[in-house]
């Protein structure tokens, strides 16, 4: 992860996280490629099931997961995310 390990420091610190930690989940998680979105379909109908309210939601803000760290989007909106569902 050397090639994010500015933005791996930093976001450790501002955090109060273990730099090697979050290192470590981005490599599990995106395998350190940057631009990398997994959608999972079934996740957002078991989601509805839970939470029906949400019905009228792009399912993309439920069930994707986005970047490196495969953060969901509603979390990575809360973050300052700003990008596409």
């Given at each position: 992860?050397?090639?994010?390990?500015?933005?791996?420091?930093?976001?450790?610190?501002?955090h109060?996280?273990?730099?090697?930690?979050?290192?470590?989940?981005?490599?599990q998680?995106?395998?350190?490629?940057?631009?990398?979105?997994?959608?999972?379909?079934?996740?957002?109908?078991?989601?509805?099931?839970?939470?029906?309210?949400?019905?009228?939601?792009?399912?993309?803000?439920?069930?994707?997961?986005?970047?490196?760290?495969?953060?969901?989007?509603?979390?990575?909106?809360?973050?300052?995310?700003?990008?596409?569902?």
């Open positions: 992860m050397r090639a994010y390990q500015a933005e791996i420091d930093a976001a450790a610190g501002a109060g996280l273990d730099a090697d930690l979050v290192a470590a989940v981005v490599e998680e995106s395998s350190g490629w940057a631009s990398a979105f997994r959608y999972e379909p079934d996740f957002f109908d078991r989601y509805l099931k839970n939470n029906p309210a949400y019905a009228n939601r792009n399912p993309r803000e439920v069930s994707a997961s986005y970047n490196l760290m495969q953060t969901m989007y509603t979390t990575a909106v809360e973050h300052g995310y700003d990008g596409p569902p």
